[in-house]
Nanobody, 128 residues
Framework: QVQLVESGGGSVQAGGSLRLSCAASGFIFSRSCMGWFRQTPGKEREGVAVLDAYKATTYGDSVKGRFTISRDNDKNTLYLQMDSLKPEDAGIYYC??????????????????????WGQGTQVTVSS
């Protein structure tokens, strides 16, 4: 049974940093495309960053240069380091695994349609 458990959310001031973690179990983590998505009120869930099994990364335009996605395959954990946070980064952040256990990640332009396993989410609040 696939389980994804996010942690690390919280409240910070603009310009601050947070590191999100996602503990994964129930599948071969090292072979899976993994991603971070976020949901804000009134908007569709958007892709923030994805990382494939070969450690190739893709970032959403709004977070490039500020966020870093990484993974520790020994710990079955996915991370999202968020620096220079802005109020518009606030939302619920979700960890996700691409359906079918694919190693490569699809384009972020496809949104979240290719991901079927999700964590419960962790709230990020950024005050100005």
């Amino acid at each position: 049974q696939v389980q994804l458990v996010e942690s690390g959310g919280g409240s910070v001031q603009a310009g601050g940093s947070l590191r999100l973690s996602c503990a994964a179990s129930g599948f071969i983590f090292s072979r899976s495309c993994m991603g971070w998505f976020r949901q804000t009120p009134g908007k569709e869930r958007e892709g923030v960053a994805v990382l494939d099994a070969y450690k190739a990364t893709t970032y959403g335009d709004s977070v490039k240069g500020r966020f870093t996605i990484s993974r520790d395959n020994d710990k079955n954990t996915l991370y999202l380091q968020m620096d220079s946070l802005k109020p518009e980064d606030a939302g619920i952040y979700y960890c996700a695994r691409r359906s079918g256990g694919w190693s490569y990640c699809p384009s972020l332009d496809r949104g979240d349609r290719d991901y079927t396993d999700w964590g419960q989410g962790t709230q990020v609040t950024v005050s100005s």
